[in-house]
C-alpha cells in the first residue's frame, strides 16, 4: 500500500512535467536557474517592499510578499504553500515604498530602485525596470 508521503511525491513529480512541458511549448527560453531565484531572494530578504509572481500555468500575477529557498529547487512564503522555481515565469518588485510616519505626519513615498538595481546587479540577475515595478523574467515567452 503506498504512504501518504509516496502519493504526495507522485503528485509533486506529476506537477512538475506538467509544468515543464507547458515551458516546452509555450516558452523560447529561460533566464533563471534555481541558484539565480535563491541568490535573488537572499538578496530581498529584509527589503520592505511588495513583491508578485506570476506562474507558467496561470493568467494571473499573485502577491508572494517574502519568499525564501526551502529544499532543492523549492522555495516558500508566507502567502501560499511551497513552490518550484522552474514555475516561476517572472517575479515583479513594487520600485517604492509608502512609510506611514505617524498621525500628524503624511507618510512619504520611499523609492527604492538604486538599492534593488544594486542588490540584483551584484549577483548578475537580470532585470527590466517599469514605472512602477521592476521584473525578473524566469521564462521568455514564445512571440
Known sequence: MNEPRDLQWQIVLADEKRTR???ARAFSSSQMNTTKWRELADSLSGLAVKRWV??????????????????????DCGAFGPFSSVSIE??????????????LLAPVNV????????????KA???????????VTGHVRKS
Open 111 to 122: 523609492d527604492h530602485t538604486d538599492e534593488i538595481a544594486k542588490r540584483l546587479g551584484a
Open 54 to 75: 506570476k506562474f507558467v500555468d496561470v493568467d494571473y500575477v499573485q502577491p508572494v510578499g517574502e519568499f525564501w529557498y526551502s529544499h532543492k529547487d523549492w522555495f
Open 125 to 135: 540577475i537580470p532585470f527590466e525596470v517599469y514605472p512602477d515595478r521592476i521584473r
Open 90 to 103: 517572472y517575479l515583479e518588485i513594487a520600485r517604492t515604498e509608502i512609510q506611514h510616519r505617524g498621525a
Open 21 to 23: 512541458a507547458i515551458i
